[in-house]
């Protein structure tokens, strides 16, 4: 058995990482629910396991999200990942197959080169040399461009790169140092053995003429095994803990483990899987409009982790979701700044003086929402058309009724907001309907979210849709030119898109936009964004406004009434409702 | 050669401009785009604060342009005017392009488009109108009747609309509105006797000379009850009448009424005309989007570009008087421009 | 000679230089939208509670400025921060974050 003193930094780092990891992981899985880890050993006997192992492959490995977004980037992350990742799967075969035993001390496959110096007589020797330079190669490719994104991020595309802490230094320093290091020790050695490849044997034989082998031969050797035993011991505390993390939240979420509004176990599997690649910061219209930049999800995860939440910040942000789609992890970045909100809340409620009855019974049971008072012509249009189509509905909150809830919830008030939606839940109840059709995307999310109804809940952009296709109402053609903004909670909220955009194309000339489906930008005036002023909103909707007119449409056309109202603002062109449009169409 | 000037706007602050213009001696045209001029006025039957007929300032304006003899051009479709050296052109969609040694805008304000208002009602149900057809209504009618043809037993006035909301993207006071509502809902008194009045207000801004004896005209004589609170949404009763929701501040209490027409006190915005002509002209556009001038006491006039002087409703809401005094000011700053006098050294002295 | 004699019954008014301005000092520095309310009542005409009950944003908000609070707590606690007054109000005050930090002011001094 190969032993040298250097290997034991390395081992010793390797071994505290690993029992850190495995109480760390344990400890939170053993802090979830009781559902939960029923999910988790049902989920591990089945072929959700196959999924999770697939995913891991495609994202934690490859980088298959963060490739489609920003390419170079992509590449940046996978030779690191992928690459060390095969250097080490690598180096395990080359080590068993060159001493013939199927089991080595885990150090060998790393310090391989130094422990086997003649290797030219076993199986495959020409073709390792080969793969693991051709490895070590694009590892380091993806080491010098982690150091040129450090000072020259827009070469990424990134106009901000995230900031670093003391952890993240030592960890980051050590991470760059490791295969430099290794380079030099396997070169040096190949130099000395002639036992490298295309890539450190040819170095080698030029640092044989520049450089003294022989005294630099053992200190590197135990430079790379400490700089090794540096990273491990600092990667718990540092951003690379996602490494791992990111696995094991990968495998929770395809045993069907969903993240919360609470902050439990689950969230801080989610917060510590945050590679802090830096996507999230482009995407937030804080930033790119109103010129915020300490907020966006990156750096909000970053005060989670070290326990120093700020309010401002927690509430700094218009819960859009533009960060939580493209975050190639897939955090519940949404949930956690709610999750975080709790702590600010007040708990003062009293709902009593509430008492509504529902009297009407009907099939359908129709909620307009407290926003869509005001936009009048949306609730006037609906029931226009359902009475053209003959509809069966009751029309619950017909005189102002009980707001859904949600606004309560993403402030933090969970308590009080269940309230609400208990009473609402009743009225529902009594109506008797079997649909429910609300005419705010806002009142959706937290009809199926958060509340327990058993019955089919649309937004009326989906049933104007399917009475449509049901001939129960019929849309003329015309060739007016319009382009269809997708609000953030009927779109990423509650992955609403292609049904607005059907009805639309049975009766206008629908254009495509650029950002639009997942991408569309935030109007401005959510009500996710307690802490944002009406400055800093304005600048947000001026550029959503601008990106819309851009494309010189006639007719602006939504499906949100909050988002009516704030585009309703703009000189240039008119705003519709998807209602109002289908009873425009139907009365011609 | 005689020197000449392009006035473009033939609503009364381009008339009285280039009445003044052209008696000075200069080669006057006045450009309008609809086929008459003297814009809004010829909408409005009575003015605040003495009720005088708006008609008879329309008359005397009118008198101006004939005794001067400008060259006034209606049906002037503008597609261009630009600043040459020190000559402009103004290019009509005719074919026909007019150059001068100066140009005054008067371009004036469209009244806002109740429509993006929509909790108000207006273009929704019936019996919602602005202010601008209630005037006509009074212009026209012996006794006002709602557009469904009823006797209004009640009618509400909605101040500040489209005016002082940041919803709808105009923080700006439109100035006249309050004193307007004011005056017609003592006319409606004077046609309806037996109508019940109510202005709804978030303040009453009666800023003019004789404008606090009008409002207590108002109360006195007509009986008009104002109550302070600003329309959060109106709706239709099943009998077409309208609904309004208030919160009467002063009682402390919200409020409800039904209203048999509902007259929602219309803002001014800056017109499309300004936002065209100021484009071509490279004019600066103010915050509200009106246009700029370059100082607001002293050069309320003058715009950015040596040569063309602005006047009326186009730099910010005007009451009719201030367009007088605004218009004259404007024609002598005008006249002295093309006499040489050095304005941009007194502005560079200004600053 | 400053008590005219009315030493059993208190006196109706607000005594400005008396009432407790804590918590309009607080609402100040955490939002100032708080500060440009004209007190117009649109977010009290539509008030989704205030279909129900008596609760009137703009007495609040006036309320809190001249520092009279007694009673304040139980009206602002029936708010279902809707955000129709949020939508309603000309001047751009942030409305629903006025509440909240009324009520984190009510809480942390104990009124």
Not at chain 2, 73 to 99: C, H, P, Q, W, Y
Not at chain 2, 147 to 164: A, I, L
């Amino acid at each position: 058995m190969n032993y040298d003193p250097f290997i034991l930094p390395f081992s010793i780092g390797a071994s505290i990482l690993i029992l850190t990891l495995i109480l760390k992981y344990g400890y939170w899985i053993y802090k979830l629910d009781k559902d939960e880890k029923i999910k988790i050993v049902r989920g591990f006997f089945s072929i959700k396991l196959f999924k999770g192992i697939r995913e891991v492959f495609l994202e934690s490995l490859i980088h298959r999200k963060i490739f489609k977004e920003n390419a170079l980037l992509g590449y940046m992350h996978m030779s690191l990942a992928f690459g060390w990742f095969l250097l080490i799967i690598g180096g395990s075969l080359e080590s068993k197959i060159h001493s013939h035993r199927p089991f080595n001390m885990p150090y060998e496959p790393i310090f391989f080169k130094f422990f086997n110096h003649n290797i030219n007589i076993y199986p495959w020797a020409d073709e390792f040399k080969f793969i693991m330079d051709f490895l070590l190669l694009l590892v380091l490719s993806g080491v010098v461009l982690a150091l040129i994104k450090r000072v020259w991020s827009r070469l990424f595309g990134m106009k901000k790169t995230t900031k670093l802490r003391i952890g993240d230094r030592f960890a980051l320093i050590s991470l760059w140092l490791i295969f430099p290091l290794r380079f030099f020790a396997e070169s040096i050695t190949s130099g000395l053995y002639n036992n490298g490849g295309f890539l450190t044997g040819n170095a080698g034989k030029v640092f044989a003429y520049t450089l003294p082998l022989e005294t630099l031969y053992y200190p590197t050797w135990w430079a790379y095994s400490s700089v090794l035993c540096v990273f491990f011991l600092a990667l718990p505390y540092s951003r690379y803990m996602h490494i791992f993390t990111e696995a094991v939240l990968i495998f929770l979420r395809n045993f069907g483990i969903k993240s919360c509004k609470v902050f439990n176990a689950y969230s801080k599997v989610e917060v510590y899987s945050c590679s802090r690649c830096g996507l999230c910061i482009d995407k937030c219209p804080l930033l790119t409009s109103s010129r915020i930049k300490d907020t966006q999800a990156v750096y909000f995860l970053q005060s989670v982790r070290n326990k120093n939440v700020k309010e401002e910040k927690a509430f700094d942000c218009l819960l859009c979701g533009r960060c939580q789609e493209f975050c190639p992890v897939g955090i519940g970045l949404n949930n956690i700044r709610v999750s975080q909100r709790l702590d600010f809340a007040p708990g003062l409620q009293n709902f009593n003086f509430i008492n509504p009855q529902q009297k009407e019974k009907a099939t359908v049971a129709y909620f307009a929402g407290c926003m869509t008072h005001l936009t009048p012509t949306i609730k006037i249009a609906m029931e226009e058309i359902f009475k053209k189509a003959g509809t069966d509905y009751t029309f619950i909150d017909k005189d102002g009724g009980i707001c859904c809830g949600r606004p309560l919830m993403v402030s933090g008030e969970i308590m009080k907001a269940h309230k609400l939606i208990e009473k609402n839940h009743n009225l529902i109840k009594e109506s008797g309907a079997k649909t429910l059709v609300t005419s705010c995307p806002i009142c959706l999310k937290s009809f199926k979210e958060d509340y327990k109804l058993n019955i089919e809940i649309i937004h009326h952009s989906q049933f104007l849709l399917r009475l449509v296709n049901e001939r129960k109402i019929s849309l003329n053609k015309s060739e007016i030119k319009a382009v269809y903004h997708d609000p953030c909670e009927l779109g990423r909220g509650c992955g609403v898109y292609e049904e607005p955009r059907q009805l639309l194309q049975k009766t206008l000339s629908l254009q495509r936009i650029k950002n639009e489906k997942e991408s569309s930008m935030c109007c401005g005036n959510s009500i996710g964004g307690l802490h944002v002023n009406h400055v800093q909103r304005e600048a947000i909707t001026m550029d959503a406004t601008a990106a819309l007119l851009k494309y010189k449409p006639e007719l602006i056309v939504t499906s949100c009434p909050l988002c009516k109202k704030t585009f309703a603002k703009n000189p240039e062109t008119g705003v519709k409702d998807i209602a109002e449009v289908v009873v425009a169409s139907m009365r011609n | 050669m005689k020197k000449r000037v392009t006035i473009i706007g033939g609503g009364i602050a381009g008339m009285e401009t280039a009445t003044y213009l052209a008696s000075m001696g200069y080669e006057t045209t006045l450009l309008e785009k609809s086929n008459e001029i003297g814009g809004h006025l010829l909408n409005w039957e009575k003015l605040f604060p003495t009720m005088r007929l708006g008609k008879d300032v329309v008359n005397f304006i009118d008198r101006g342009i004939e005794l001067s003899k400008t060259n006034v051009i209606k049906n002037a479709d503008i597609i261009d005017a630009k600043k040459a050296g020190n000559i402009f052109s103004v290019k009509l969609s005719d074919g026909r392009t007019f150059e001068s040694d100066a140009v005054v805008v008067a371009t004036g304000y469209d009244l806002f488009d109740a429509r993006k208002k929509e909790e108000y009602g207006y273009g929704i149900y019936d019996n919602v109108i602005t202010s601008a057809e209630l005037e006509i209504l009074l212009t026209k009618e012996k006794h006002v009747l709602t557009p469904t043809g009823k006797v209004p037993k009640r009618v509400g006035f909605v101040h500040c609309v489209g005016s002082r909301d940041e919803k709808v993207g105009n923080v700006y006071c439109s100035k006249v509105c309050c004193v307007t509502a004011v005056k017609q809902s003592i006319e409606i008194k004077e046609k309806n006797p037996d109508a019940e009045v109510f202005c709804f207000y978030m303040d009453m801004r009666m800023f003019g000379m004789h404008f606090e004896s009008l409002y207590k005209q108002a109360q006195e004589k007509s009986g008009v009850n104002f109550i302070r609170g600003r329309l959060s949404e109106a709706c239709e009763n099943m009998d077409g009448s309208i609904l309004v929701k208030v919160e009467d501040t002063l009682a402390g209490k919200p409020l409800r009424m039904s209203i048999d027409l509902l007259v929602l006190m219309v803002g001014m915005v800056p017109s499309e005309g300004t936002k065209k002509i100021g484009n071509m002209l490279g004019l600066n556009f103010g915050a509200n989007g009106f246009l700029k001038s370059q100082d607001q006491h002293s050069l309320s006039v003058v715009s950015n570009v040596p040569g063309v002087f602005f006047t009326g409703c186009c730099v910010s809401p005007r009451t009719i008087n201030n367009v007088f005094a605004d218009s004259r000011s404007a024609a002598i700053m005008t006249a002295s421009y093309i006499e040489g006098y050095p304005i941009e050294k007194r502005i560079a002295e200004l600053k | 000679m400053k008590n005219f004699g009315y030493t059993i019954n208190k006196d109706r008014q607000i005594d400005f230089d008396k009432t407790d301005k804590r918590i309009s000092e607080y609402v100040r520095e955490h939002e100032p939208s708080f500060n440009i309310c004209i007190a117009c009542g649109t977010c009290t005409a539509t008030c989704s509670s205030g279909n129900f009950t008596e609760l009137s944003l703009r007495k609040i908000i006036t309320l809190v400025k001249r520092g009279d609070t007694k009673g304040i707590q139980a009206e602002i606690s029936k708010c279902m921060l809707c955000g129709k007054c949020f939508l309603a109000c000309p001047r751009g005050v942030n409305t629903r974050n006025v509440i909240i930090k009324i009520s984190q002011a009510l809480e942390k001094y104990n009124i």
